[in-house]
């Protein structure tokens, strides 16, 4: 029974969650985030970190440039969130938002950044993000980086480099993000943080609020 029982409430979590980000769970668990937010995920793919979003009565929307995601997370909304409108997500670039200045108090970019062209693609992305956020808003960044790997990427062209799990990505390093913290005139709510997967890659939470 005790087994049967652990197996449920897993499967309750699973449900309840998604595949939300952990180190996206971690600011929820120390209660950054609440229902009043207007969250936008930009870059959010088939809405893997949208699904606790929804159900918790968030003001979601999202963006993305595959019509097939956004159909996906359409139907998602509809199912967990039906008040929400269908346009509150959209097929667009992140770097070319249709929304207002200042619409969001959290705007998530999960696994986006680091599929930049160059640094000024990754520039005019972060810029759109960042104008669409409200003074005193929480922008939640995960993206891959040289951090703990600078001698086991090999470089390619200005910041995009050849990894050891085959993959081809821009990579930024901590001087970098916190050029850009300044940059933008944002603050680190917390130190960069960043987790080298098994010497194949590495991956840096970066989180800023909004001056």
């Known amino acids: 029974m005790a087994l049967k029982s652990d197996m449920t409430s897993r499967l309750n979590l699973q449900e309840h969650f998604g595949n939300l980000d952990i180190y996206l769970f971690d ?13 936008l995920d930009a ?8 699904i606790y979003f929804l159900r918790e009565g968030y003001e979601v929307f999202g963006v993305d440039e595959s019509e097939e995601a ?19 997500f959209r097929v667009e670039a992140v770097e070319k938002m249709t929304f207002a200045d200042a619409s ?40 891959a980086s040289t951090i703990g790997m600078e001698d086991k990427v090999q470089r390619i062209e200005g910041r995009r480099f050849s ?3 085959g993959s081809d990505r821009f990579l930024v390093d901590e001087r ?9 005139g944002g603050e680190l709510i ?4 960043t987790t080298v997967v098994q010497s194949m ?7 800023v609020l909004k001056g």
């Open 27 to 39: 600011q929820l668990l120390k209660g950054r985030f609440t229902p009043r937010m207007r969250l």
């Open 43 to 50: 870059g959010c793919g088939a809405g893997r970190n949208l």
């Open 70 to 88: 956004i159909v996906h997370v359409r139907r998602l909304a509809t199912l967990l969130a039906p008040e929400l409108p269908q346009d509150n």
């Open 104 to 143: 969001f108090n959290l705007v998530i970019s999960n696994a986006v950044l680091h599929f930049a062209f160059d640094e000024d693609h990754w520039h005019r992305m972060v810029s759109e993000m960042w104008r669409v956020l409200t003074p005193g808003g929480f922008f939640f960044a995960r993206l």
């Open 163 to 165: 990894l050891p799990d």
């Open 176 to 184: 970098m993000l916190i050029d850009a913290t300044e940059h933008y």
């Open 190 to 193: 917390e130190p960069i943080k």
């Open 201 to 207: 890659r590495s991956m840096t939470t970066w989180c």
